[in-house]
């Protein structure tokens, strides 16, 4: 019998680790019933792509992991594989099928079955049955029906499935050891160009209403003397990035203490590892080896979700947020870590102005990224059973994403979905760090800024099109000019945008807003030609006030540095005469060497002796 194991991910460069775990599992436990294959797509590709060449694999059995992102695709491949190829059988699994599996059997009959919760033993009990073909044997004949006590003879837990017109559940699956899982990559091959993703721990001890990881208290943990030596793999073949898929990565302390020692202890200087943790769990101790670790080493996602302590209350959550600012600002000090925090609209108890005030919090802690999402209602979440209470209305189709609540009209969820558009723009894109952070403290706050941009945007129509990285710095230079009156501070906005631009990019052209060359194009020749400036750098001209406006107010002075030589005094060259003007400064910008944290090039300050 052949079985083919299906993945549709969100983008390429995703891989589905429950896949190749179920393949893997199966592959050490097998009775040799059943060949398996592996087969992913991506959401992007044509439904009729992965039809056909499902169809040219002629399986036996599909079975499709379904999530909220690929779950609508999946009901619409079966529809047409089911026409093609009749005697197919299909089964799913995943957390997006797990809780509603009766209903799903009963609206889609081109499906025979579905595994429910961890499908490792699951699966691999199917196959040795044969995907239950032998239930003939299992008839009442006197009354040709199937009676529980003979289900009950399967023997094969977290499975419901149909019989006929009639459909059977049996008991819920017991948590699995998880040392008992295979490790998946051992030929890396299959990996190339793709983000690895690592489990070392199942369940999580937080009962956030609105995550299905709720539903799963039981955590359980991966030996450290296998994790270690896996991630030694990792370490060894170099991969470029490992994202742990363990729901709190820093639930235990001890654990934390000795994974993150041995990242520090091991480093091979080129792998990354993202950690989705609480981040006011974090001990002192903890807090000291992360400041440790080279940058770029660990990257971290913090879910803030909200910073109302009611909105905090009613989704069963835990925090502390007075105490996550403290670690944070802790972890910011060190400049080594990649900070991604989250916030979620739509949240019970959560208005427009409360989550303008969450977003001010949470911006006001100076992470890498700041995603601004929106509530999905998860399909056997608590919060699903909340819905009338909160009068959450939602999207029917996947992800189910919330288009009001008590709290939140439609009007405002628009309103958050263009603000949350500039967010990811002009910040998480971290392409004007100082523009952005100079504008917000000179406008009323954060929230207010991007909601000035929101608004700027729609009422120039610049909403759904497609901008070059230029054109996103030319539209933030004419917001500014059209919001900024004071004529000093327009010059100051001008001169910061454009230190931006060449902290990122390496022009050939000049931008419309940068002055003209024309005047200093025998100093800019003079400092090429006379300093040791690498081919792949840029020197530029600015007010010496800049200083007081780029980076961090404790650090507005930029590094000078001796790398490129000091510019001396030449016979050749009146530098006298070249460089009178002590109201400017020259800045070289060294794309050769980069920020690991948010790529910007090094700076320096030309010195004239």
Not at 134 to 141: A, I, K
Not at 161 to 185: G, S
Request: net charge negative; glycine share 4%; hydrophobic share 40%.
């Amino acid at each position: 019998m052949k079985v083919l194991l299906t993945a549709i991910n969100s983008k390429y460069i995703h891989s589905n680790l429950a896949v190749y775990s179920l393949k893997a599992y199966h592959d050490q436990h097998t009775n040799g019933t059943c060949q398996i294959e592996l087969a992913e797509y991506t959401i992007n590709q044509q439904i009729d792509e992965y039809i056909a060449d499902i169809y040219r694999k002629r399986p036996d059995v599909i079975a499709f992991s379904c999530y909220i992102w690929n779950i609508r695709y999946v009901y619409e491949a079966i529809v047409e594989l089911k026409k093609l190829m009749p005697h197919m059988k299909i089964w799913l699994g995943g957390p997006e099928v797990s809780f509603h599996a009766e209903k799903i059997l009963r609206e889609h009959p081109e499906v025979d079955g579905i595994m429910c919760g961890e499908g490792e033993k699951s699966f691999t009990e199917l196959c040795n049955c044969g995907f239950l073909q032998n239930l003939q044997t299992l008839r009442n004949d006197a009354n040709d029906t199937y009676d529980a006590g003979m289900i009950e003879k399967i023997g094969i837990p977290g499975i419901v499935f149909r019989i006929d017109e009639q459909i059977h559940a049996t008991q819920p699956v017991d948590p699995m050891n998880i040392d008992e899982l295979p490790f998946v990559y051992e030929d890396l091959c299959k990996f190339q160009n793709k983000i690895i993703y690592y489990e070392s721990s199942r369940g999580c001890p937080f009962g956030c209403s609105y995550c299905l990881s709720s539903v799963d208290k039981a955590v359980r943990f991966r030996s450290l003397s296998l994790v270690f030596q896996e991630l030694q793999f990792f370490l060894d073949a170099k991969i470029p990035q490992v994202k742990f898929v363990d729901r709190t990565f820093n639930c235990n302390h001890e654990r934390t203490v000795s994974l993150l020692s041995f990242l520090r202890d091991h480093d091979n200087g080129v792998t990354n590892f993202h950690f989705e943790i609480a981040a006011d769990l974090l001990r002192d101790d903890e807090i000291e080896l992360l400041a440790a670790l080279r940058p770029g080493l660990v990257q971290l996602e913090i879910g803030v979700q909200s910073t109302n302590e009611l909105t905090i209350h009613n989704i069963n959550r835990v925090m502390d947020f007075s105490h996550l600012s403290s670690v944070v600002s802790r972890l910011n000090m060190g400049k080594n870590v990649h900070l991604h925090l989250d916030l979620i609209a739509g949240l019970p108890n959560e208005d427009l102005t409360s989550f303008h005030n969450s977003f001010n919090d949470v911006y006001g802690l100076e992470p890498e990224q700041l995603q601004l999402g929106f509530l999905k209602v998860l399909k056997g979440s608590p919060m699903e059973q909340k819905t009338e209470e909160y009068k959450i209305l939602y999207k029917d189709a996947p992800p189910f994403e919330v288009l009001s609540t008590k709290w939140l009209s439609f009007d405002d969820i628009l309103h958050l979905k263009q603000i949350e558009e500039m967010v990811e723009v002009y910040y998480n894109s971290r392409q004007y760090v100082n523009t952005i952070r100079v504008l917000g403290e000179y406008m009323k706050d954060a929230f207010c800024m991007f909601e000035a941009l929101a608004h700027y945007y729609h009422s120039q129509g610049l909403f759904g099109i497609k901008h070059s990285r230029i054109s996103r710095y030319e539209i933030l230079y004419r917001f500014i000019m059209g919001n900024v009156h004071d004529s000093h501070m327009k010059e100051v906005f001008r001169e910061i945008l454009l230190y931006d631009l060449y902290l990122r990019e390496n022009l050939k052209t000049r931008p419309y807003f940068a002055d003209s060359i024309d005047e200093i194009r025998t100093q800019l020749h003079a400092l090429y030609s006379t300093a040791n400036v690498s081919k792949s750098a840029h020197i530029e001209r600015f007010s010496k006030t800049l200083l007081q406006w780029v980076e961090k107010p404790k650090e507005r002075q930029l590094e000078q540095n001796d790398t490129f030589g000091k510019i001396n005094k030449s016979p050749a060259v009146d530098m006298n005469q070249l460089f009178l003007d002590d109201s400017k400064i020259w800045v070289l910008f060294d794309y050769d060497e980069r920020d690991p944290l948010n790529y910007n090039c090094k700076v320096h300050r030309i010195v004239i002796d």
